[in-house]
């Protein structure tokens, strides 16, 4: 069993609808939780940074952290066809110090057609 | 200009072959990595390095190697190149020392490698 777990999609929805991507993991010590963007024929960038529980807001983009499921999720709202892009969560338990070794989902593909 | 430069971007090689991808940043971070991407499989680490002298092996090591030639650069071979060694392979950067999005990764574009 993958240490965490992301549907690879591909999911496609019309512009303005409300997205929402997930990933499972199964250990318990992650902390830190990220989402990357990745555009095609481009590296991974940071979108969104969560530690613990809870969620956090930045404009369109929601990432909440249910530890208690060990699920996390992205939401975007008002979806542009400029979010088309493949989305990877990512895991950490440590930062500080030694190796933060970041565990990453395989990435849902999304598309947002007009 | 790209604050993390792969090159190539693109190489198509036969089995055997000996190849060298290479990475170079402007960034200033002392700590960089080499990731392959597959899909279905997401980011595996290679091989990272916290400086010129620290080379450490990350969780799918075996058929490659690295040097830090300097702090902004990072290369990695393919001693003896294999098909299952085709992939999509990032250089990635980060610093502990920033605040806010601590441990952040910043990725370079990336170098398709088909091996034939």
């Known amino acids: 069993q993958k240490e965490v777990e992301q549907d690879p999609g591909p999911l496609s929805v019309p512009e303005g609808a409300i997205v929402s991507l997930n990933c499972t993991y199964s250990n318990s010590a992650f902390q830190y939780f990220m989402w990357y963007r990745q555009y095609s024929r481009k590296g991974p960038e940071l979108l969104m940074y969560t530690y613990s529980s809870g969620n956090k807001e930045d404009g369109r983009f929601t990432a909440q952290v249910d530890k208690s499921s060990k699920y996390i999720s992205l939401f975007i709202r008002d979806s542009q066809p400029s979010d088309s892009a493949t989305y990877l969560c990512a895991m950490s338990s440590v930062f500080s110090g030694g190796y933060n070794k970041l565990i990453f989902g395989a990435g849902t593909r999304l598309a947002v057609h007009p | 200009d790209a604050d993390v430069t792969q090159t190539p971007r693109n190489r198509i090689t036969k089995t055997g072959k000996r190849i060298m991808l290479e990475c170079s940043q402007t960034k200033g971070h002392d700590r960089m990595y080499w990731y392959r991407q597959d899909p279905g499989l997401g980011l595996r680490l290679i091989y990272y390095s916290f400086d010129v002298k620290d080379i450490n092996k990350g969780e799918i090591s075996d058929g490659y190697s690295v040097s830090r030639q300097a702090q902004a650069k990072f290369s990695l071979s393919l001693e003896s190149a294999i098909p299952n060694q085709t992939a999509l392979y990032f250089c990635?950067?980060?610093?502990?020392?920033?605040?806010?999005?601590?441990?952040?990764?910043?990725f370079g574009e990336g170098s398709r490698l088909t091996v034939l």
């Open positions: 990635a950067t980060s610093d502990l020392t920033g605040t806010g999005k601590t441990g952040e990764l910043f």
